[in-house]
């Protein structure tokens, strides 16, 4: 990129007139025209991060026998994780659950005959390329629920700063083709006001299936985010 965002902010804020104080509305001429431009783009890239959620879950006659099996089997799953690199501050619970199993016959009570245990965790992924080897693994170590993958992108804000930089020379052009249909030209920036910006939005690719089966495949492709403005300009002779 030819200027980087700030320097193209600072360009604006230099082209807008003082204000004594956050709440001063800008003085316009009387022979200017104001102009309200919406512009928005997005910006690409590889995901960095992997979120998969992960648990198991176990049934017994009896709630103990449940949960203690649950256990057992959790344990085997999270060293499983711990193995594969993941880091303790990666591995979060998500939810603990123990409900009875019903039962229902025509004009009786619902009867207990059982009782199910689950518990799930969410585990993040900060190599994303082994994301197919830890699906494995937690399958192998006793996981019989897996859901995911999801992808993204560990710290946005550069990436929006691309979009913000697309979406600014946009509004830029825009009102440029306004002022040269009136026989105007733009003159400076009055306001750039900035919509809610888009979390990171995954965008996968096809995975393409090995002859040879190493792992579980995985396609990243591409996370976006999109930044809309509002830019009002001030258009003149």
Do not use: C, W
């Not at 431009?37 to 590889?46: G, H, L, Y």
């Not at 993204?152 to 804000?157: F, M, T, V, Y």
């Amino acid at each position: 990129m030819r200027h980087s965002l700030a320097a193209l902010l600072a360009a604006v804020a230099l082209s807008a007139p003082a204000a004594d104080g956050a709440q001063a509305t800008p003085t316009v001429p009387a022979d200017a025209t104001l102009l309200s431009v919406s512009a928005q783009a997005e910006a690409r890239r590889a995901p960095d991060i992997a979120t998969v959620s992960a648990g198991v879950v176990t049934q017994a006659a009896d709630g103990n026998a449940a949960m203690r099996q649950n256990a057992e089997q959790m344990n085997r799953v999270l060293a499983a994780v711990k193995a594969a690199g993941v880091a303790d501050r990666d591995v979060q619970t998500s939810g603990i659950h123990l409900n009875p199993q019903y039962r229902y016959e025509e004009n009786q009570p619902p009867r207990i005959t059982g009782y199910q245990a689950s518990n799930n965790v969410s585990i993040k992924l900060r190599d994303v390329a082994k994301m197919g080897q830890v699906l494995d693994a937690l399958v192998a170590s006793g996981a019989n629920q897996v859901n995911g993958p999801s992808f993204g992108i560990d710290n946005p804000e550069p990436l929006y700063d691309q979009a913000r930089l697309e979406a600014l020379k946009r509004a830029q052009a825009r009102a440029e083709t306004y002022a040269a249909a009136l026989g105007l030209r733009v003159r400076r920036i009055v306001s750039i006001g900035e919509g809610g910006g888009g979390m990171p939005i995954p965008m996968p690719r096809m995975a393409m299936r090995a002859e040879a089966y190493d792992s579980t495949p995985v396609a990243p492709g591409e996370s976006s985010v999109s930044v809309q403005l509002e830019v009002v300009f001030e258009l003149g002779r």
